[in-house]
């Protein structure tokens, strides 16, 4: 694995020793991974791996029991979740968290407003700001949504909502996008068709993404980290997590090791 110091103009995102722990349960143990700007890196392993918790470690929704984490070259480990936001991090999670009561437009737009510190008359003004509404119409056609701009959020197909969620995150302009299980709850022909989109982003935003559908993360990450038990068990491209025995035994089925490798 490629290690660097922290000023690497090529890598985004770094973590050394990261830790966390709950009394006697390790959660997450010396997890030292690099993630290069552009990259499309999942994180795959079983059940209970401890996946979750690093995201939540990056993103500052948990705080480490010890380890540092470095966005560019900037020590991060202890900032609040906002802070990580403004500095080009953004999350979606397993569940989609949107506005109900609100049209997919004003949704995107709402989050414009709030990049931009436009947040407590977003409402009152969204309707004369046309850069706004510009932006989220352009951000809407990227992900194929602009179809579904005057539609509620409550009343989309699910895997549309993912997309919207997607979009909301990408509002904020991320130079990380990190998506934990984003296709998750879809049909096989949506999830398909959300990842054929995602493959479609900018290769300035870098994605780090939990999924289990082997399918996708074969055909979609260019970079595959292994966790298991709360430790990187390997990290390489596809082909060699494929051909990886250990892997086999600890994550892969036979069926599906025999496909991919």
């Not at 959660?27 to 791996?49: E, K, Q, Y």
């Not at 046309?130 to 352009?138: H, R």
């Not at 596809?238 to 025999?258: F, H, K, T």
Request: proline share 4%.
């Amino acid at each position: 694995m490629k290690h660097a110091n922290n000023n690497n103009p090529d890598i985004t995102l770094r973590t050394k020793g990261l830790s966390k722990q709950w009394g006697a349960f390790v959660a997450n143990s010396d997890i030292n991974l690099n993630f290069a700007p552009g990259a499309r890196h999942a994180l795959i392993g079983p059940n209970g791996a401890g996946k979750t918790t690093f995201i939540n470690l990056l993103t500052g929704g948990l705080m480490p029991s010890s380890g540092k984490v470095y966005l560019g070259g900037e020590d991060i480990t202890h900032l609040p979740q906002h802070r990580r936001v403004q500095r080009g991090m953004t999350r979606t999670f397993q569940l989609n968290t949107l506005f109900a009561g609100m049209t997919v437009l004003e949704s995107v737009a709402l989050a414009i407003c709030e990049r931009r510190g436009l947040q407590s008359v977003w409402y009152q003004t969204v309707a004369r700001q046309a850069d706004v509404i510009d932006e989220a119409m352009a951000l809407l056609a990227t992900l194929k949504l602009s179809d579904q701009a005057n539609s509620m959020t409550r009343s989309m197909a699910y895997g549309k909502q993912r997309l919207l969620e997607i979009a909301l995150a990408l509002a904020t302009r991320p130079r990380i996008l990190l998506l934990d299980e984003p296709a998750a709850g879809i049909p096989q022909a949506e999830s398909k068709e959300l990842f054929e989109v995602l493959s479609q982003l900018p290769r300035d935003v870098t994605l780090l993404f939990i999924e289990h559908d082997m399918g996708l993360v074969f055909r979609f990450a260019d970079r595959i980290t292994v966790l298991v038990s709360g430790k990187v068990l390997t990290e390489g491209t596809p082909a060699e997590i494929a051909a990886d025995p250990r892997v086999r035994e600890v994550y892969l089925g036979e069926a599906e090791y025999a496909e991919y490798a």
